[in-house]
Every structure is written in structure tokens, then in C-alpha cells.
């Protein structure tokens, strides 16, 4: 029964994960669109990965969350929230179209900037009493 109800609530939280991440990459890919670059999936997998970093740090200092609810955070909402393989896609895309040097800049860009938000959530979350 608790995997059930740990399943589902993975679920609800990936559904809203996934709606929120339609709606916030939509609106960072019209600004991208001038640019011809992918920023849309930028724009949510760095804000993903500052919320991943503030939660986990709060979690672990604090215990914020018990581990149903990390389950729903993390994997759910989180998961679904950011996305891997578009980012993957989205440079092979600019690779194809013969903008190496732009997916280069992507890439790096993606991973720099994860791995920072990740770091800098984890010492806003230290910050907190």
C-alpha cells in the first residue's frame, strides 16, 4: 500500500512537474527564438537545479521532508520539471544545423550552470535557520 500511495503521488507531482514546465519553457523560448537557441530548456533546467539544490540542502540541514515527499518532490515534480534529453536534443539539433560552436556554448552553458545552481541552492539553504 505505502508503494502504491508513493507511486501516485510521484505521479501528481510529475503531472504538475510537466505543465510547469511546458509553461515556463514556452515562455523563455521567445526570447531564445531570436537567437536561434534552445533556452526555453536552459531556462527550466537551471531553475530546476537551484530548486533541487535549495530542497535538498534544506532537507538534509533540516529534514524538511520526509522521504513520501522528497519521492514527490525530487523524483515527481522535479524529474518532470527539468529535462535531460531535450537538452540532449536540443544540442544535437544545433550540432545538425552546422552551429557547432553554439552547441558547444549549450552545452557547457547547461552544465556550468546546473551544476552552480545546484551549489548555489545548497548554500541559500544553509543560510536558513
Not at 3 to 19: D, N
Not at 52 to 77: D, E, I, K, N, Q
Amino acid at each position: 500500500m505505502r508503494i502504491a500511495k508513493t507511486m501516485f503521488l510521484i505521479g501528481c507531482g510529475g503531472f504538475i512537474g510537466a505543465i510547469l514546465r511546458f509553461s515556463v519553457a514556452s515562455c523563455f523560448q521567445v526570447i531564445g527564438a531570436k537567437w536561434k537557441f534552445p533556452l526555453g530548456t536552459y531556462g527550466v533546467n537551471v531553475i530546476g537545479c537551484l530548486v533541487f539544490g535549495l530542497l535538498a540542502g534544506l532537507s538534509v540541514r533540516h529534514s524538511y521532508l520526509t522521504p513520501t515527499l522528497r519521492s514527490l518532490v525530487f523524483v515527481g515534480f522535479l524529474g518532470s520539471f527539468t529535462t535531460y534529453s531535450t537538452f540532449s536534443s536540443d544540442a544535437v539539433s544545433l550540432l545538425q544545423s552546422q552551429a557547432a560552436s553554439k552547441a558547444l556554448m549549450y552545452i557547457a552553458l547547461h552544465i556550468l550552470s546546473g551544476l552552480g545552481a545546484v551549489w548555489a541552492g545548497e548554500k541559500i539553504a544553509m543560510l536558513a535557520h
